[in-house]
């Protein structure tokens, strides 16, 4: 039997989890949100449009105003930001790559005068 793999083909950010569970399904706007949860439309914004982060202190704010653990979404957040790091590092390595066209060779032969060489 194989064993079972996961694979991840979108990190998903928090804030999209957010919106798609819990604001969009209970008919919110931006605005009657952010109220809910006591931080300004901007953040909020930010947050479900990838761009900020799901602090410790608006996990509660999630807890108290729409049930579950802020737990939850500690890890969510905080799983959302090493598989964006390991992304991250994976395109930087790449990038330090030569290109496969680039001979290493072609650089080295450049170098010397081949009328010395002796066969």
């Not at 996961?6 to 798609?20: A, Q």
């Not at 761009?51 to 653990?69: E, P, Q, V, Y």
């Amino acid at each position: 039997m194989k064993p079972l793999v996961r694979v991840i083909k979108h990190n998903t950010h928090p804030g999209e989890i957010l919106n798609d569970l819990i604001i969009e399904p209970n008919n919110l706007n931006i605005e009657e949100a952010s109220k809910l949860l006591g931080i300004t439309e901007a953040t909020l914004s930010d947050i479900i449009n990838g761009k900020g982060s799901i602090t410790n202190i608006i996990t509660i704010s999630i807890s108290k105003a729409f049930g579950g653990s802020p737990v939850f979404w500690v890890r969510l957040q905080a799983v959302y930001n090493s598989r964006y790091e390991k992304e991250r590092e994976e395109k930087e390595f790449l990038k330090v790559l030569p290109d496969e066209e680039d001979d290493f060779f072609d650089d080295f032969e450049n170098d010397f005068d081949k009328s010395e060489w002796t066969w």
